[in-house]
């Protein structure tokens, strides 16, 4: 009885017991092997990408689901997200999509959709297109709980819902409970301004009773004068002046998020197997940082 007494409370210093650990998903978005010329199969990247150590991966748009749907069950691997268009001019999403998301039944992914207008009718988050929006995500939302999914509306730089806040506001006027958004760290920076960026916390605060899922990338805290923006905010994990590990502590510990993590490579060049493993390397650093609560 002693010996057990004692297991436990070394359990409870160490944060295992009392759950003090991280237990989010944290998987990558399709992009951190897409284009490299040896891993250039959906076989092969899943292959890899499960190898590495990753919980999931991103099934990136109607063209590649299939393929990786394939590549996903011969792997018994997860297919963390499903990254749709919804265009605000017909035919408004691919025809196939209610099938996907019908194959995706008791999978667990999350269906994240982004929202353009490629006739450019309806400017950035002009809101002249929110109505027809929650008509749209509605229709989504229903497809998804039929299989038992939830929808994350993925606010995306330069398209019609870009910025977060605006995200939040469509998502409570849709009002399905299997509905929310995502919060992107790039996306977020590529939007905001110096000012706004210190209010972060309290914008999390607000969304999380909305939030499905983050994406994280190492990133510089500044207004970027780059033309492309992406070349401060999205670095590999671990690099830029941005806390992105501070984001991560918040948003696990103190919001209590229990929901996928995803890193975002978009951009990043260079050898994208060792793109893998040392993101890898970063996020085992913030799971040991995060359960011997630093």
Known sequence: MKYFLLLFIFCLQMGHCSGQGIDNEFFTLHNIIRGDSVYNTFDKQVALIKKAGFDGIEINQTESFEG??????KHHFKGSYFYVKLNLEEPYM???LPEFIKALKGSGTIIAPYIISE?????S????ADTLIVILVRQLADLA???????AIYPHYGFYVEKTDHALALVRKIDRK????TFNLCHWLATTTADERKTLHEQLMAMKPHLKMITISGANDVITDKKNVWDDYILPLGQGTFDTYGLVKYVVKDLGFKGPIGVQCYNIKGNKPLLISSTMEVWKRYEANLTSRK
């Open 119 to 123: 006739s450019k009718r309806y400017k």
């Open 68 to 73: 990786m749907k394939a590549a996903l069950g």
């Open 145 to 151: 709980a039929a299989s038992g999914l939830d929808v």
């Open 125 to 128: 988050s002009d809101g002249q």
């Open 94 to 96: 691919d025809p196939r």
């Open 178 to 181: 299997n509905t929310g958004l």
